[in-house]
């Protein structure tokens, strides 16, 4: 499964999710569903989720145990 | 998205189906068809009192629809230019493909439309086969299974919108 910490990075920034959703090009409720792990974005999706977060697509996504497994 | 009429698109399409029903069982019971060995048939409709008072609520109700109908989609385009309503298109209207999230969502309305057509059709043609049903309950069948897809995609985007916060 796909674990995220989208709602964080985007409160780093202080965008708000349409703010966010209209920088990247979709709406609202598909950042919303992102956040709560119940949609998992294309690879062109997350790619532009880290360009407008200015970060790393590894920071924003991992895959669940991932994160455990290195610790 | 709550005032979006392509998510009550399919609504719309049922209740169409449902007054093209009334016509049906109308034409089913009170009209009679003959054809002739020589070619060409002759259609007849004989109108008791109840079915001339059920022919013009039907009317009523096409009238009434096709005003509310046209008016919702006036009032949708307005208020939607990006995402019109238009029937310059073989698309359903209903589809939702705003962005991957709503096309994701609008495949798997249209998956289970899909498997309920794949359980439905061969179910029905067998009903038809062993059972004497008259032509005007097939075809009243056939609506009602078409209704029931509409049903099907209306209720999966709704339990999903309903989600939505």
Redesign the interface.
Known sequence: MLKNRLKELRARYSFTQIELAKQV???R??I??IEKGE?S??VT?SLKLAKALDCDINEIFWLEGEIDNEE | MRNDMRLTYPLWQMAGILIILGFVLLVGYAGTVKTFPQGGFEFEISLSSYSSIFILVMLAAVFLYLILFVFNIAKHNKRMPKHKITMNTFKPQEYLEDDELFQDLTKQATKKVYTYFAWALPIMAAVYMLLPISKTWMIAGILLLAAGQYWIFYWTIKKFMSSVD
């Open positions: 090009g979709v709406t409720q598909t919303g569903f949609f974005p294309s999706l």
